[in-house]
């Protein structure tokens, strides 16, 4: 595993544009710091390069008081491809925080979903932002998960009971979201149609367990 970024990487990452993003550096920093995933390459020319959400989170850790070890990715997140020592939001299933690991996580969600909907922006020719992007498409479960951490949603904990728990399915484009509460259920369904997913309530034919299918919206 690659250790801490080295004190030049953090400069250039800490003198991003505070707005959109865009950082400056060699060809060689830039390079190093895509392999991180702190930053990506914009596919349109000038292909400037910009912070991921990773590289907001390290950037915003650096203006509380104590910088915190990188957060390890959560077990639950495996399904979906995370790697250790990335933010990874927390798909249900993960030990519950509280006191300063509950605020120091609140930071670091807002950060991820800042950058990420940063991330949308700049992707897309129209600079919307009410629509997943390809890195949401490509990591369904943490995506759908940021976007109901982000907005308050309690994940389920280990030995399962009231939280929202996301899961892959089979189906292309598509997760399953699971909480025991009808109404934290539909609640969970209006935050995902906020992000930009198409959401909808089905029962599992043996447990007849209500859930959610989402996808990410294209239109």
């Known amino acids: 595993m690659a250790g801490p970024p080295s004190a030049a990487q953090r400069r250039i990452v800490d003198a991003a544009d505070p707005v959109t993003g865009r950082v400056r550096g060699t060809p060689a920093q830039l390079a190093a710091l895509l392999r991180r ?24 850790a650096a203006d509380a008081p ?6 390890p990715a959560e077990d639950g997140a495996a399904e979906d491809g995370a790697a250790g020592g990335v933010f990874a939001a927390r798909v249900g299933g993960e030990e519950p925080l509280s006191g ?19 991330l949308r922006r700049m992707t897309r020719a129209d600079g ?23 907005a308050g949603h309690t994940p389920a904990g280990p030995g399962g009971g009231p939280g ?14 699971y909480e025991e509460d009808p109404a934290a259920l539909a609640a969970c369904a209006a935050t995902l149609a906020e992000a930009g997913w198409q959401a909808g309530e089905h029962t ?9 299918l989402a996808s990410p919206r294209r239109a």
């Open 37 to 60: 995933g702190l930053v990506f390459r914009h596919p349109r020319p000038p292909h400037d390069h910009f912070l991921t959400p990773a590289g907001h989170r390290l950037r915003e």
């Open 66 to 71: 104590e910088t915190p070890a990188p957060v």
């Open 164 to 177: 929202y728990r996301v899961r892959a399915t089979p189906q292309p484009e598509a997760v399953a979201v």
């Open 128 to 150: 919307a932002t009410d629509r997943p992007c390809d890195w949401e498409r490509a990591h369904l479960v943490r995506a759908a998960a940021l976007a109901l951490e982000a």
């Open 204 to 212: 599992e034919p043996r447990t007849r367990a209500r859930y959610l």
């Open 100 to 118: 300063d690991a509950a605020a120091a996580r609140l930071r670091e969600v807002r950060g991820a979903w800042q950058g990420l909907r940063e």
